[in-house]
């Protein structure tokens, strides 16, 4: 199959791509580099089989595809708020443009459409608890609106889409400088730097290696489910747990500080991932494992 993947040359876009040149698809990769890093996708540019296009998917554009992945936006609060206006044009704007090419489309959607929940663990059928004008509204309510979209044109038009709500996914190829919980941790631990932990540390997230979120997009668009869908790992850690653990594995001489939460960050945060565990998916790279891998990364970057 021909295979657009938006934002392909992101953390996520570009582990993606991959994954589909080694089931034997051709790539097409749309990419406006704003967050992406061409080194990502560098070991794959001698591919007859993938092709990397510099575009931004504001615009309206139109390929020959069988299938979309729509993973353009910027994904870390430091890149999404560095221009707003801008995250919420990718995330609407975007939508419309992929969703008009009528093909089997997956968007790449976010746990963070629930906010600062208060069901928990987050189950589809929760609504969320977003607010509607805060510095993270430009993410979090454009993937609900981009959510809003992919209905509509499912119910009215008939494309056939899929919604991956996506939790916290660390791994290699993450950037260096997008303010995520793992990579932040495992930088200032590597440069024996202060620990930064907003708050007390006892809000909760739960964490999955890139290979598993890759096989559970790939699983969720082969499948017949329209409505949203979690894919992430239930287990669940304190932040400061998991500062504590990458010291400990990076052997570092860091220490824990603490500053102020920022604005409306989530306290609790687990998917409820039933629907996927139906559908024979389940995370299996442990926490553990997945940060040696992701540490040998930045340590060789």
């Known amino acids: 199959m021909r295979i657009l993947v938006t934002g392909g040359v992101g953390f996520i876009g570009s582990h993606l791509c991959e994954k589909l040149i080694s089931e034997g698809h051709e790539i097409l990769c749309l990419d406006n580099f704003f967050t992406g890093s061409k080194r990502n996708i560098s070991h794959l540019m001698d591919y007859d089989s993938f092709e990397l296009i510099r575009y931004d998917v504001t615009k309206p554009y139109y390929f020959e595809v069988d299938q979309i992945y729509n993973l353009a936006c910027p994904a870390s609060p430091v890149h999404y708020q560095r221009d707003p206006i801008k995250t919420i044009n990718t995330c609407v704007i975007g939508a419309i443009n992929a ?5 089997k489309i997956l968007q790449a959607s976010t746990s963070e459409v629930y906010g600062d929940p208060q069901e928990h ?3 589809e059928s929760y609504w969320g608890n977003v607010n509607p004008i805060g510095i993270r509204s430009c993410y979090d309510e454009g993937k609900r609106c981009a959510e809003t979209l992919f209905m509509d044109y499912h119910r009215q038009r008939g494309v056939d889409i899929r919604i991956a709500r996506i939790f916290n996914t660390y791994g290699p190829r993450m950037a260096k400088d997008d303010g995520r919980v793992v990579s932040n941790f495992i930088i200032q631990a590597l440069n024996n730097e202060d620990i930064t932990i907003y708050g ?5 997230r739960c964490f999955q290696y890139i290979d598993d979120l890759i096989e559970g997009l790939i699983i969720l668009m082969k499948s017949n489910i329209t409505d949203p869908v979690n894919i992430g790992n239930e287990k669940e850690y304190r932040i400061i747990e998991l500062a504590s653990l990458i010291i400990h594995l990076t052997d570092s001489k860091s220490k824990i500080i603490h500053k102020e939460l920022p604005e409306d960050d989530p306290l609790r945060r687990c998917p409820d991932i039933s629907i996927m565990k139906g559908l024979g998916w389940e995370p299996k790279i442990k926490l553990k494992e ?5 540490i040998d990364y930045f340590e060789k970057s």
């Open 99 to 103: 969703l008009e090419l009528n093909k």
């Open 121 to 123: 663990p987050q189950h």
């Open 200 to 204: 007390n540390g006892t809000q909760t």
């Open 290 to 294: 997945g940060l040696l891998k992701t």
